[in-house]
Protein backbone atom coordinates (compact mmCIF):
# COMPACT_ATOMS: atom_id res chain seq x y z
CA UNK A 1 0.00 0.00 0.00
CA UNK A 2 1.30 3.58 -0.68
CA UNK A 3 -0.76 6.89 -0.12
CA UNK A 4 0.06 9.98 -2.21
CA UNK A 5 -0.24 12.43 0.33
CA UNK A 6 0.02 15.53 -2.08
CA UNK A 7 -2.42 14.91 -5.12
CA UNK A 8 -4.37 17.54 -7.17
CA UNK A 9 -7.44 15.86 -9.11
CA UNK A 10 -9.44 18.81 -8.26
CA UNK A 11 -7.51 20.58 -11.08
CA UNK A 12 -8.79 21.37 -14.39
CA UNK A 13 -6.41 18.28 -15.76
CA UNK A 14 -8.56 15.95 -14.53
CA UNK A 15 -11.87 17.57 -14.85
CA UNK A 16 -13.46 14.70 -17.90
CA UNK A 17 -11.63 11.56 -16.25
CA UNK A 18 -10.65 12.15 -12.86
CA UNK A 19 -13.18 8.90 -11.27
CA UNK A 20 -11.21 6.80 -13.66
CA UNK A 21 -7.80 7.76 -12.02
CA UNK A 22 -9.25 7.15 -8.59
CA UNK A 23 -10.18 3.67 -9.80
CA UNK A 24 -6.59 2.91 -11.31
CA UNK A 25 -5.01 3.82 -8.18
CA UNK A 26 -7.39 2.41 -5.60
CA UNK A 27 -7.38 -0.72 -7.70
CA UNK A 28 -3.14 -0.79 -7.15
CA UNK A 29 -4.03 -0.20 -3.49
CA UNK A 30 -2.59 3.74 -3.83
CA UNK A 31 -4.82 6.16 -1.40
CA UNK A 32 -4.48 9.98 -2.11
CA UNK A 33 -5.48 13.26 -0.49
CA UNK A 34 -6.41 15.81 -2.94
CA UNK A 35 -5.00 19.21 -2.05
CA UNK A 36 -6.62 22.88 -2.42
CA UNK A 37 -4.92 25.78 -3.78
CA UNK A 38 -8.11 27.68 -3.58
CA UNK A 39 -11.95 27.58 -1.82
CA UNK A 40 -12.76 26.39 -5.36
CA UNK A 41 -10.30 23.62 -5.47
CA UNK A 42 -10.32 23.02 -1.91
CA UNK A 43 -14.17 22.51 -2.27
CA UNK A 44 -13.92 20.92 -5.04
CA UNK A 45 -11.50 17.85 -3.36
CA UNK A 46 -13.93 17.82 -0.76
CA UNK A 47 -16.65 16.89 -2.95
CA UNK A 48 -14.33 14.07 -4.72
CA UNK A 49 -13.47 12.38 -1.58
CA UNK A 50 -17.26 12.23 -0.48
CA UNK A 51 -17.61 9.75 -2.95
CA UNK A 52 -15.37 7.43 -1.91
CA UNK A 53 -16.01 5.60 1.77
CA UNK A 54 -12.16 5.15 2.30
CA UNK A 55 -8.74 6.07 0.44
CA UNK A 56 -9.55 9.49 -0.92
CA UNK A 57 -9.24 12.41 1.37
CA UNK A 58 -9.18 16.12 1.41
CA UNK A 59 -6.79 19.17 2.67
CA UNK A 60 -8.16 22.87 2.06
CA UNK A 61 -6.03 26.31 1.93
CA UNK A 62 -5.16 29.00 0.00
CA UNK A 63 -1.56 29.23 -1.84
CA UNK A 64 0.73 32.22 -1.69
CA UNK A 65 0.19 32.77 -5.44
CA UNK A 66 -3.32 33.21 -5.27
CA UNK A 67 -3.25 35.65 -2.49
CA UNK A 68 -4.63 38.66 -3.52
CA UNK A 69 -2.33 41.33 -3.14
CA UNK A 70 -2.59 43.71 -6.25
CA UNK A 71 1.02 43.61 -6.99
CA UNK A 72 1.84 40.54 -9.41
CA UNK A 73 0.18 38.76 -12.23
CA UNK A 74 0.26 35.63 -12.17
CA UNK A 75 -0.41 33.25 -15.13
CA UNK A 76 -2.82 30.69 -15.97
CA UNK A 77 -2.32 26.92 -15.74
CA UNK A 78 -4.06 24.08 -15.10
CA UNK A 79 -5.82 24.28 -11.42
CA UNK A 80 -8.55 26.40 -12.46
CA UNK A 81 -11.90 24.68 -11.73
CA UNK A 82 -14.16 27.24 -13.13
CA UNK A 83 -12.69 28.47 -16.88
CA UNK A 84 -12.97 32.17 -16.11
CA UNK A 85 -12.49 32.02 -12.14
CA UNK A 86 -10.43 35.29 -10.78
CA UNK A 87 -6.91 34.58 -9.69
CA UNK A 88 -6.52 36.67 -6.69
CA UNK A 89 -8.38 35.66 -3.79
CA UNK A 90 -9.34 37.05 -0.36
CA UNK A 91 -8.37 34.58 2.61
CA UNK A 92 -11.96 34.52 4.02
CA UNK A 93 -11.10 32.68 7.95
CA UNK A 94 -14.73 31.69 8.55
CA UNK A 95 -15.31 30.26 4.85
CA UNK A 96 -12.16 28.03 5.34
CA UNK A 97 -13.04 26.95 8.88
CA UNK A 98 -16.61 26.27 7.19
CA UNK A 99 -14.65 23.53 4.95
CA UNK A 100 -12.49 22.51 7.04
CA UNK A 101 -14.67 21.29 9.42
CA UNK A 102 -15.49 18.36 6.71
CA UNK A 103 -14.70 14.97 8.16
CA UNK A 104 -13.00 14.04 5.11
CA UNK A 105 -10.53 16.99 5.57
CA UNK A 106 -7.10 15.85 6.79
CA UNK A 107 -5.05 18.75 7.06
CA UNK A 108 -4.82 22.59 6.01
CA UNK A 109 -2.89 23.25 3.24
CA UNK A 110 -1.38 23.96 0.70
CA UNK A 111 -0.47 26.98 2.19
CA UNK A 112 3.05 29.12 2.63
CA UNK A 113 5.22 31.18 1.37
CA UNK A 114 6.22 31.87 -2.01
CA UNK A 115 8.26 34.12 -3.64
CA UNK A 116 8.78 33.20 -7.18
CA UNK A 117 6.60 35.53 -8.71
CA UNK A 118 7.40 38.88 -7.67
CA UNK A 119 7.33 42.96 -7.53
CA UNK A 120 10.20 44.38 -9.32
CA UNK A 121 10.56 47.25 -6.38
CA UNK A 122 11.96 46.61 -3.00
CA UNK A 123 9.12 48.23 -1.05
CA UNK A 124 6.53 46.82 -3.03
CA UNK A 125 8.57 43.09 -2.53
CA UNK A 126 8.01 43.61 1.36
CA UNK A 127 4.39 44.24 1.28
CA UNK A 128 4.21 41.49 -1.12
CA UNK A 129 6.05 39.24 1.56
CA UNK A 130 4.06 40.40 4.41
CA UNK A 131 0.75 40.08 3.12
CA UNK A 132 1.40 36.26 2.28
CA UNK A 133 3.20 36.06 6.23
CA UNK A 134 -0.21 37.37 7.73
CA UNK A 135 -2.59 34.94 5.60
CA UNK A 136 -0.06 32.03 6.50
CA UNK A 137 -0.01 33.02 9.90
CA UNK A 138 -4.01 32.67 9.75
CA UNK A 139 -4.26 29.54 8.06
CA UNK A 140 -1.79 28.23 11.09
CA UNK A 141 -3.96 29.69 13.62
CA UNK A 142 -7.31 27.47 11.82
CA UNK A 143 -5.17 24.73 12.05
CA UNK A 144 -4.61 25.20 16.00
CA UNK A 145 -8.02 25.71 16.35
CA UNK A 146 -9.08 22.49 14.33
CA UNK A 147 -6.02 20.48 15.77
CA UNK A 148 -5.51 19.43 12.02
CA UNK A 149 -1.54 19.05 10.35
CA UNK A 150 -0.94 21.52 7.82
CA UNK A 151 0.74 21.02 4.34
CA UNK A 152 3.39 23.48 4.03
CA UNK A 153 4.22 24.93 0.62
CA UNK A 154 7.63 27.09 -0.33
CA UNK A 155 9.55 27.93 -3.06
CA UNK A 156 12.51 30.50 -2.59
CA UNK A 157 11.43 31.46 0.83
CA UNK A 158 12.70 28.66 3.19
CA UNK A 159 14.65 31.09 5.66
CA UNK A 160 11.05 33.42 5.94
CA UNK A 161 9.28 29.96 6.29
CA UNK A 162 11.16 28.56 8.83
CA UNK A 163 11.61 32.38 10.89
CA UNK A 164 7.72 32.52 10.86
CA UNK A 165 7.57 28.39 11.67
CA UNK A 166 10.21 29.59 14.50
CA UNK A 167 7.66 32.23 16.12
CA UNK A 168 4.61 29.95 15.55
CA UNK A 169 6.11 26.81 17.86
CA UNK A 170 6.47 29.00 20.44
CA UNK A 171 2.59 29.47 20.61
CA UNK A 172 1.50 25.99 19.29
CA UNK A 173 2.48 22.72 18.70
CA UNK A 174 2.48 22.71 14.90
CA UNK A 175 2.71 19.10 12.74
CA UNK A 176 3.09 18.98 9.26
CA UNK A 177 4.85 18.19 6.19
CA UNK A 178 6.81 20.91 3.94
CA UNK A 179 5.57 19.93 0.76
CA UNK A 180 7.87 19.26 -2.11
CA UNK A 181 11.18 19.75 -0.67
CA UNK A 182 13.61 21.50 -2.13
CA UNK A 183 15.90 23.60 0.16
CA UNK A 184 19.41 22.43 1.64
CA UNK A 185 20.17 20.07 4.44
CA UNK A 186 20.80 22.59 6.91
CA UNK A 187 17.08 23.77 5.95
CA UNK A 188 16.07 20.27 6.17
CA UNK A 189 17.66 19.95 9.06
CA UNK A 190 15.94 22.78 11.01
CA UNK A 191 12.57 21.55 9.75
CA UNK A 192 13.43 18.11 10.91
CA UNK A 193 14.07 19.76 14.78
CA UNK A 194 10.99 21.35 14.37
CA UNK A 195 9.24 18.10 13.89
CA UNK A 196 8.22 18.33 10.42
CA UNK A 197 8.04 15.77 8.19
CA UNK A 198 9.58 16.18 4.81
CA UNK A 199 7.51 15.32 1.40
CA UNK A 200 9.17 14.43 -2.08
CA UNK A 201 7.70 13.47 -5.54
CA UNK A 202 9.11 13.72 -8.91
CA UNK A 203 11.29 16.46 -8.31
CA UNK A 204 13.95 14.20 -7.10
CA UNK A 205 14.14 12.89 -10.10
CA UNK A 206 14.97 16.49 -11.52
CA UNK A 207 16.54 18.29 -9.21
CA UNK A 208 19.90 16.39 -7.27
CA UNK A 209 18.50 15.91 -3.85
CA UNK A 210 19.83 12.34 -3.65
CA UNK A 211 22.41 13.06 -0.65
CA UNK A 212 19.03 14.95 1.72
CA UNK A 213 17.11 12.05 1.20
CA UNK A 214 19.88 10.00 2.12
CA UNK A 215 20.24 11.68 5.19
CA UNK A 216 16.93 12.02 6.18
CA UNK A 217 15.32 9.22 8.68
CA UNK A 218 12.57 7.13 6.60
CA UNK A 219 10.04 7.78 9.87
CA UNK A 220 10.28 11.75 8.69
CA UNK A 221 9.54 11.03 5.05
CA UNK A 222 6.18 11.40 3.17
CA UNK A 223 5.49 10.58 -0.41
CA UNK A 224 3.84 12.48 -3.27
CA UNK A 225 3.46 12.89 -6.38
CA UNK A 226 2.29 17.02 -6.68
CA UNK A 227 -0.12 15.43 -9.90
CA UNK A 228 -0.69 16.56 -12.48
CA UNK A 229 2.84 18.21 -12.09
CA UNK A 230 6.45 16.28 -12.09
CA UNK A 231 5.61 13.12 -13.82
CA UNK A 232 8.65 10.53 -13.23
CA UNK A 233 10.60 10.24 -16.14
CA UNK A 234 9.58 6.67 -17.18
CA UNK A 235 6.31 7.58 -17.72
CA UNK A 236 7.50 10.39 -20.72
CA UNK A 237 5.52 13.40 -21.05
CA UNK A 238 2.22 11.79 -19.52
CA UNK A 239 -0.15 13.47 -17.32
CA UNK A 240 1.09 12.36 -13.33
CA UNK A 241 -1.42 10.58 -11.37
CA UNK A 242 -1.70 9.27 -8.23
CA UNK A 243 -0.75 5.63 -9.04
CA UNK A 244 3.26 6.79 -10.28
CA UNK A 245 4.01 7.85 -6.32
CA UNK A 246 5.54 3.95 -6.73
CA UNK A 247 8.02 5.41 -8.69
CA UNK A 248 9.06 8.18 -6.18
CA UNK A 249 8.93 5.18 -3.41
CA UNK A 250 11.28 3.06 -5.74
CA UNK A 251 13.93 5.89 -5.77
CA UNK A 252 13.91 6.61 -2.27
CA UNK A 253 14.85 2.94 -1.48
CA UNK A 254 17.38 2.84 -4.20
CA UNK A 255 19.07 5.86 -2.52
CA UNK A 256 18.95 4.21 0.95
CA UNK A 257 19.67 1.11 -0.24
CA UNK A 258 16.15 -0.59 1.14
CA UNK A 259 13.68 -2.77 0.01
CA UNK A 260 10.67 -0.64 -1.94
CA UNK A 261 8.29 -2.40 0.18
CA UNK A 262 9.93 -1.20 3.49
CA UNK A 263 9.72 2.16 2.30
CA UNK A 264 6.53 2.00 1.09
CA UNK A 265 5.43 0.22 4.77
CA UNK A 266 6.91 3.37 6.63
CA UNK A 267 6.04 5.73 4.86
CA UNK A 268 2.28 4.77 4.59
CA UNK A 269 2.52 4.74 8.49
CA UNK A 270 4.18 8.28 8.55
CA UNK A 271 0.98 9.55 6.34
CA UNK A 272 -1.45 7.63 8.87
CA UNK A 273 -0.17 8.87 12.00
CA UNK A 274 -0.10 12.17 10.72
CA UNK A 275 -3.02 13.19 8.91
CA UNK A 276 -5.27 10.54 11.03
CA UNK A 277 -6.53 8.09 8.14
Known amino acids: MLIDTHSHLNFNAYNSDFKEVIKRSLDDDVWMINVGSQYATSQKAIEISQEYPRGVYAAVG ?6 ETNLVKIKEDLEEV ?3 QAKG ?6 KYRSLAKNEKVKAIGE ?9 KTRAKKEIFKEKQREVLIQEINLAQELDLPIIFHCRMAHQ ?3 ETLKTQLSRF ?12 WQEAEKYLEMGFYLGFNGIIFKL ?26 VMGTKRNEPVYVKYVAEKIAQLKNLKTEEVAEITTKNAKELFKI
Do not use: A, W
Not at 62 to 67: A, V
Not at 111 to 119: E, N
Not at 173 to 184: M, P, Y
Open 62 to 67: LHPIHL
Open 82 to 84: RQF
Open 89 to 94: EIFDFD
Open 111 to 119: VGLDYYYKP
Open 160 to 162: DLL
Open 173 to 184: NLKGVIHCFTGS
Open 208 to 233: NLDEIVEKIPLDKILIETDCPYLTPP
